[in-house]
Each structure stands twice: as structure tokens, then as C-alpha cells.
């Protein structure tokens, strides 16, 4: 294990302020979920994300949205990583910043002609990103892409992320 060599003082509330070299060097963003992990007299901080919470859940869909595309591609994502898509190559690689930018666009987005870069492997198509939120940030994304009548999915994915939303929000 390393150490930082870093110490912080808890306020009257309870509260830390994680250092921004450490939020820089293990990629933590504002709105991130964080796991307190307790082991003996130590308190660990994990990212976790909350499709890992709801790992069932978000199979399911995943499963479901499989069964129900024709002729295309879905991509679930947490803020970080790819989840689940039919598209297994780029699963569990890391979203693209094109994706990652768009934490604060609460609604409905369409990257047309666009090169997405999943780690080593490049899509290039017009995307069209649903962010779903728990509580009201952006925990992750559905994207769609190579669907010919996309018209026919829109409804169905805005419901989907609706949905997320009513479930997992507390």
C-alpha cells in the first residue's frame, strides 16, 4: 500500500477534503460515489460505481435491450467504465472523454460522425447518448449506435432511464 504522506483535518461535520492530486492520480469526479471500506483501525475509500451496486439489475436490462435491438449496438455505462453492451469487445473499457464530458448534459445527445475511442478500440458512427441519473446526477449512460430507425428505440431508452432512476434513487 502507499502513502501519501498527506493529512487532513475531519470538521465539526464530519467532513475531509480528499487532496485534488489524489482525486487527479485515481480519477475521482465530483458527483463519484465513494465505498468506505473498514478494516481494523483503517478507513479505505474505493470508487464504486453504482452499476457495480446493482449489477443484477443492470444485466437485465442489458439482456432485455440484446433481445430487443435489431441490427445494432448498445452500449450501458457507469461514469467510468463500459458495463455491458452486445458489443463485448469493449467491455469493462474505459468511456471515452467525449462520453465523460457530458456529466452536466442532463438530456438526450447525438454525437453525429464521430470517432468514440474505448481504450484500443475505435467506433466511429453518429451516437445517441441517454444519461440516466440516480438522485439528480448523471450515474452513466445508454448509447445506441448503427440502428437504421432509431425513431423506433428512443421512446423505449428514455423509459429505460426514467426507470433507473425511479428504482435506484433513494
Known sequence: ????????????LGRIVIPAEIRRLINI??????EFIINNNE?????KSVVENNNIFFDLIGDKLGEVIENGYYIITDRGKVYKSNFNAI?????PRELSNLVMVHEYTELR?????????ILKDTFRIFPYHIESDIAG????YNI???DK???????????IHDKLSL
Open 1 to 12: 500500500m502507499n502513502f501519501s504522506g498527506i493529512i487532513r483535518r475531519v470538521d465539526e
Open 29 to 34: 469526479k465530483e458527483g463519484e460515489n465513494l
Open 43 to 47: 478507513i479505505l475509500l474505493r470508487k
Open 91 to 95: 467491455i469493462g473499457k474505459v468511456i
Open 113 to 121: 460522425n464521430t470517432n468514440l475511442q474505448f481504450e484500443d478500440i
Open 141 to 144: 449512460f445508454i448509447v445506441l
Open 148 to 150: 437504421e430507425s432509431i
Open 153 to 163: 428505440y428512443t421512446k423505449l431508452i428514455k423509459f429505460l432511464t426514467n426507470y
